[in-house]
T-cell receptor, first 112, second 114 residues
Framework: GDSVTQMEGPVTLSEEAFLTINCTYTATGYPSLFWYVQYPGEGLQLLLKATKADDKGSNKGFEATYRKETTSFHLEKGSVQVSDSAVYFCALSPRAGTALIFGKGTTLSVSS | SQTIHQWPATLVQPVGSPLSLECTVEGTSNPNLYWYRQAAGRGLQLLFYSVGIGQISSEVPQNLSASRPQDRQFILSSKKLLLSDSGFYLC?????????????FGEGSWLTVV
C-alpha cells in the first residue's frame, strides 16, 4: 500500500547550519506530496507542497523537490534558525478525495 | 477565509469514562473532515474521515466512534475510555476536490486517560 518513510530523529543542528530531512514514498499513480510542521504544543501547519513530478515547493526558506525517479521529497533549508525547532512531517495524498498518509515525523532541534 | 476549531484543548479523564471532542469548520461547505491521533513516537494515525453528513469511514478498529451531524461539524466519541486512548487528537478538513488535497488542521486536543 501507499506509505511514507522519513528519516529518524532527532536532528540537532547549530544555528545557520544546512538542513536536510529525507523523505521517500511508495505510491501508485501520481500522488501529491506535502511537508507539515508542528511547533511545540500546537497543531500541524502546512509548510509546502508539490503536486506533480519536478515541482518544487518552497516556503519560509524551506524547499523540497518532487523526484519521481527516486520517489523522494527531501526537505532542505540553507540556514536554520532556533525558531525552526519543531517536528516535521512528510505526507502524501494518493489521489483527490483521500486522506493524507503521514510519515512518523522528524524532530529538529536548533541551538544558538 | 476558512477556519477550524476543536475543543476542549486539554482534558484528563478516568478510565471507563465517556469522551466527546468536537470540531467545527467555518467558511467552506461540504468539506472532507478527518480525525487523527498522534501518540508519542508513532506519528499521525488516521482514525476517521467523512465526505458528507452521516458518512463516516473508520480506518482503525477501536473503542472510538465519530459522527457528523451537520455539514461542518465532526465529533469524536467514546463510551468507555482506555489508558491507550491517551494522545493528541487532531481534527482536520480539506476541500472536497482540488487544492491538491491539502489538509488543514485544528489546534489539537490533549487527552490524558488516568
Amino acid at each position: 500500500g501507499d506509505s511514507v518513510t522519513q528519516m529518524e530523529g532527532p536532528v540537532t543542528l547549530s544555528e545557520e547550519a544546512f538542513l536536510t530531512i529525507n523523505c521517500t514514498y511508495t505510491a501508485t499513480g501520481y500522488p501529491s506530496l506535502f511537508w507539515y510542521v508542528q511547533y511545540p504544543g500546537e497543531g500541524l501547519q502546512l509548510l509546502l507542497k508539490a503536486t506533480k513530478a519536478d515541482d518544487k515547493g518552497s516556503n519560509k526558506g524551506f524547499e523540497a523537490t518532487y523526484r519521481k525517479e527516486t520517489t523522494s521529497f527531501h526537505l532542505e533549508k540553507g540556514s536554520v534558525q532556533v525558531s525552526d525547532s519543531a517536528v516535521y512531517f512528510c505526507a502524501l495524498s494518493p489521489r483527490a478525495g483521500t486522506a493524507l498518509i503521514f510519515g512518523k515525523g522528524t524532530t529538529l532541534s536548533v541551538s544558538s | 477565509s476558512q477556519t477550524i476549531h476543536q475543543w476542549p484543548a486539554t482534558l484528563v479523564q478516568p478510565v471507563g469514562s465517556p469522551l466527546s471532542l468536537e470540531c467545527t469548520v467555518e467558511g467552506t461547505s461540504n468539506p472532507n473532515l478527518y480525525w487523527y491521533r498522534q501518540a508519542a513516537g508513532r506519528g499521525l494515525q488516521l482514525l476517521f474521515y467523512s465526505v458528507g453528513i452521516g458518512q463516516i469511514s473508520s480506518e482503525v478498529p477501536q473503542n472510538l466512534s465519530a459522527s457528523r451531524p451537520q455539514d461542518r461539524q465532526f465529533i469524536l466519541s467514546s463510551k468507555k475510555l482506555l489508558l491507550s486512548d491517551s494522545g493528541f487528537y487532531l481534527c482536520a478538513w480539506s476541500a472536497d476536490r482540488g487544492s491538491g488535497n491539502t489538509i488543514y488542521f485544528g489546534e489539537g486536543s490533549w487527552l490524558t486517560v488516568v
